[in-house]
Each structure stands twice: as structure tokens, then as C-alpha cells.
């Protein structure tokens, strides 16, 4: 008897391959790594690295580099946020930590020229794989995320598996990452926070809510986002729905019926434990905005350059970004992150759904964008690649 293992691999099968592991680095174990000298090393990152360095040894052997116009106009609008960025640090100095200051050049340096580089290798992997792999990764480490969460609340422990569910130099301290709503812990799954969990998952939510047709899983996403009992992520999912459903008021009353249900189960049952807040309505409406009032006191007047010597870009991203860079700084980040916003509305064949995730997240910026935290970004950015990748592309 003969047995024929003979495996072909094309060009397109290589890019799935490529595109599945990076699923798995940057979506389900987005935290997996090391630190080195207190920076945080991620698989997904490193794996990013490899990719944009593979893609450029292609292009300088081909010497052909494919681009549209709008994935270019979009690099170009992230350019001149990072370059004042960089003379205002060389004229006014840094106050953050050198973790932060790597995040910020990774973030808004690295990541938009990956993404630029491997656009036209994405371009060639037939967008319903791209989708449908999208939308069981988000149901997935959703799913995780609620055993995750009734695990915690029953036995007071996480599930920590070094290097790969959680970073190695963050073992046994996810406790300290802000999870907390009174003693009631929140679902981070293996994001390790609840925000970013919440805000990257609000990214992807609408290509998930495209492909699924089970009412179960997204009933279980829905879950898992409510249960990070976060209000930036419960806003941004009401906004998301608001954005869809505008037309059709019927639909928007059924689905804030729904999560009035959901959230009166929240009063009942579990309320007894934000013992911080008293009620339900003391959550919901707390005056100290979980600890953002602060930054809006903080604020003390116009200025062209920014009255803070930069160190982090805080939860409320937009006034983070104007006490620190001043009217210059906010305008050129607006510029970076709405430019791809405008070409979309204004240029015809793009991908609406992903446009979706990208508006829902400029929105969730007003409260809190996780900006710096790994994966977010990256995200954002892929989805903005995404934007401008006709439907029918093969």
C-alpha cells in the first residue's frame, strides 16, 4: 500500500499560514512573551518584525512596490505627529519611563510602516478567510475570557501561563493591572487587562458581527465585553450599535432592551460586591470617572505647544494628547488618525465593516484608547489597512 503525503504549497496558502499565526500571536495570546531590562517582548510583535523584514527582503528583490494611494496618503498623515512629537522631546525633554517611550515610536512609528509594507500581501488573501479567521479568533478568546472570569470569582485565582497567556515578567501580578470593580474581578481573558481587552475587541467586533449567524455567540461576545465592566467599552458598543442601526429604531429599542435586561442582572445579583459604589446607579454615573477627573482638572487652558513635558498618553487620549503637545500636537494626531476616516467616506470601493471598527475606536478615544498598551494599535492599524481592501479582491 502507497501513501502520498505530497503537500503543495502556493503563494496564496503561505500568506494564510502567515496570516493564521499571526491570529494566534496578536489576537489569542496578545501578552505572550518576556521582558527584557522591563520592556515587554511579545511573540506578536517580534512575529511583526519578521514579517516586515521578510516583505522588505521581497519588495528590494522584486524592486516593485505595489501601493494604493490611500494606504500611502494614510502612512504619510502618521509622519509629521511622530516628527513633532520627536522635536518637542528634544526641545522639552521626557518625564515617562524608557518602556514608554519605545511603546510611542513602536506604536506610531513601526506599526503604520509594517502595515504599509504588508498591505499588498494582504491584498492577495481572499478577504472571506481574512473575515471568517477574524471572527472566530474574537469569539474564541471571548469564550476563554468568561471561564476565565467565573474561574477567578470561584476560586480567587487567574489562569497564568508564562510566556504564552500572560508575559513571563507579569506572572502573579495581572491583580495589579486595574482589574478590579469593588472585589469583583474583571474579564481580561488573555489580555490581561479588562480595557484592552474591551477596546481591541471593539476593533474587531463589527467583521465578527458581519460573519457570525449564531445568536449564541454573539450573545457570548456581547457577554464577555459587558463582563470586562468597563462603561468606556459598554459606550462604545451602544455607539457601535447606534452607528448601524440608526435607520432602524425598532432594532435600536430591542437591543437597548436587551442590555437594560442584562444590566439589571448586573444591579441584582452582583451589585452587592462594588461595594465602592453602593448601587448600580453610582457605577454607572460615578462623578470621579473612574479616576479620569483628575486629568480633566488637570487641564489649564489653551497652548500651542503643550503645558506637560510628555510621559504617557493617558485614558482620555484626545486631552492627554493637547496638555502634553499642546494645539499642534492635537491637530497632528487628529490628522494621523482621521485621515483614513476621510478617505473612506470620500473615495468609493471600501470595506465599510472594517470602517466601523476604526470609527468606534476614535470614539472610545474620548473616554479611554488604551493607546499604548500592547496589541491596541496594532489593531487599529490593521483595520485601517483593511479599510481600503476591495470586497472582492482574490
Not at 502634553?324 to 478617505?343: E, H, K, N, R, T
Request: include cysteine; glycine fraction near 8%; hydrophobic fraction near 50%.
Amino acid at each position: 500500500m502507497l501513501f502520498n503525503f505530497k503537500i503543495s504549497y502556493t503563494n496564496e496558502k503561505i500568506r494564510e499560514y502567515l496570516f493564521l499565526l499571526a491570529t494566534i500571536l496578536l489576537i489569542f495570546i496578545p501578552k505572550g512573551g518576556f521582558k527584557l531590562a522591563g520592556v515587554p517582548i511579545t511573540w506578536g510583535y517580534l512575529y511583526l518584525g519578521f514579517l516586515f523584514l521578510l516583505s522588505l527582503l521581497i519588495i528590494l528583490d522584486k524592486k516593485k512596490f505595489l501601493v494604493s494611494s490611500n494606504h500611502f496618503l494614510s502612512y504619510l498623515a502618521t509622519l509629521p505627529f511622530v516628527l513633532y512629537f520627536s522635536i518637542n522631546l528634544f526641545f522639552r525633554g521626557y518625564d515617562g519611563t524608557l518602556g514608554n517611550l519605545i511603546a510611542f515610536y513602536v506604536s506610531f512609528g513601526f506599526i503604520p510602516l509594517c502595515f504599509l509594507l504588508l498591505s499588498p500581501f494582504i491584498k492577495k488573501i481572499n478577504p472571506s478567510y481574512l473575515d471568517t479567521l477574524i471572527s472566530k479568533a474574537v469569539f474564541w478568546v471571548s469564550f476563554y475570557g468568561i471561564l476565565l472570569f467565573l474561574f477567578k470569582q470561584l476560586t480567587g485565582h487567574y489562569i497564568e501561563i508564562p510566556y504564552i497567556t500572560v508575559n513571563s515578567g507579569d506572572l502573579g501580578t495581572l491583580e495589579d493591572k486595574y482589574n478590579m470593580r469593588g472585589s469583583l474581578y474583571k474579564l481580561i481573558s488573555t489580555y490581561n487587562n479588562g480595557n484592552i481587552f474591551g477596546v481591541c475587541m471593539l476593533l474587531l467586533f463589527p467583521i465578527f458581527h458581519k460573519q457570525n449567524q449564531s445568536k449564541i455567540k454573539l450573545a457570548i461576545v456581547v457577554l464577555a465585553l459587558l463582563l470586562t465592566l468597563s462603561r468606556t467599552v459598554w459606550l462604545g458598543l451602544l455607539f457601535y450599535f447606534i452607528l448601524i442601526y440608526r435607520d432602524r429604531i425598532y432594532k435600536l429599542i430591542k437591543i437597548y432592551a436587551l442590555l437594560g435586561i442584562i444590566f439589571l442582572f448586573f444591579a441584582t445579583l452582583l451589585m452587592d460586591r462594588f461595594f465602592q459604589y453602593h448601587s448600580f446607579s453610582g457605577f454607572v454615573l460615578d462623578s470621579n470617572l473612574g479616576g479620569r477627573i483628575n486629568q480633566i482638572r488637570q487641564f489649564t487652558g489653551l497652548s500651542f505647544f503643550g503645558s506637560q513635558t510628555f510621559d504617557f498618553i493617558e485614558e482620555i487620549v484626545y486631552l492627554s494628547i493637547f496638555k502634553q503637545l499642546g494645539i499642534v500636537g492635537l491637530l497632528l494626531f487628529c490628522i494621523s488618525f482621521f485621515l483614513p476616516i476621510y478617505l473612506a467616506l470620500t473615495t468609493k470601493g471600501n470595506n465599510h465593516t472594517y470602517l466601523l471598527g476604526s470609527i468606534t475606536y476614535l470614539f472610545v478615544c474620548f473616554s479611554d484608547g488604551c493607546m499604548l498598551y500592547i496589541p491596541t494599535l496594532v489593531f487599529f492599524y490593521f483595520v485601517n489597512t483593511m479599510i481600503f481592501m476591495p470586497k472582492n479582491t482574490a
